[in-house]
């Protein structure tokens, strides 16, 4: 797992950028739709990860994503919570790698 802190104003897309060049060999990455973007979606491919990112509302053309496996992500959320005293990650871009069995 990569879990990458960044400050409120920092956009996901930045982030994206940041954790690219550091993600471990894995079949498949769960993000949120903030990462949701052509280039991204992309630079995984092109590195043989599956992106399982739903896509942002607005965009025109639907993107396909395992629903199962995104509802994974939220079981990885609730441990970066658990340790927040407030019960609030503070703009926790997380990104969960799931290397090949």
Not at 25 to 40: E, H, Q, V
Not at 54 to 73: E, S
């Amino acid at each position: 797992m990569i879990l990458l802190l960044t400050e409120g104003q920092v956009s996901d897309y930045r982030g994206a950028a940041t954790v690219l060049p550091a993600l471990p060999d894995a079949d498949i990455l769960i993000a949120d739709r903030g990462y949701d973007s052509d280039w991204f979606r992309e630079a995984l491919t092109d590195r043989s990860i599956e992106p399982c990112i739903p896509g942002r509302k607005n965009r025109k053309l639907p993107v396909d994503y395992d629903t199962a496996c995104y509802k994974q992500r939220a079981i990885s959320w609730n441990a970066c919570l658990a340790g927040s005293k407030t019960g609030a990650a503070s703009q926790c871009a997380m990104t969960d790698a799931h290397t090949p069995s």
